[in-house]
């Protein structure tokens, strides 16, 4: 095939320096075009495979799966943020109480303490 092309176009090609260049030159764009030719063949069939693959039964169904465990992470999550946000809340009332109670506790310690001077003046006089 190659050497009759060379030979049809050895007369028409005279003017580019000769028949035997262009031949090569002819020859060697032909390779590289069978090469890309090969290339995008064969990643044509990868990925018609992946294709396949992703459309298979077997992986919709684990697909499925996944995305039904994502939904109960997510309930289980938000469920769990609700506690988080309950205990936040009563740690915040128990921290009220301890402080109105150790408020109390002050004011009587300090009432006690003032009742035992008044009555120490008392007795010192």
Do not use: P, W
């Not at 049809?8 to 090469?35: M, P």
């Not at 996944?66 to 469920?79: A, F, G, N, P």
């Not at 506790?105 to 003046?121: G, I, V």
């Amino acid at each position: 095939l190659t050497i009759r092309l060379c030979s049809i176009s050895s007369g028409i090609n005279a003017e580019y320096g000769g028949t035997k260049a262009y031949c090569e030159e002819a020859q060697n764009a032909i390779r590289k075009h069978k090469q890309s030719i090969a290339q995008l063949e064969s990643e044509e069939a990868e990925l018609l495979k992946e294709l396949n693959l992703a459309r298979s039964n077997q992986n919709k169904l684990k697909d499925k799966g996944t995305v039904d465990k994502l939904k109960q992470l997510k309930d289980r999550e938000e469920e769990a943020q609700t506690k988080i946000e309950e205990e936040k809340e009563k740690i915040k009332s128990f921290d009220h109480q301890i402080k109105k109670m150790e408020k109390a506790k002050r004011r009587r310690t300090s009432m006690k303490a003032k009742e035992r001077a008044l009555m120490k003046t008392k007795f010192d006089r």
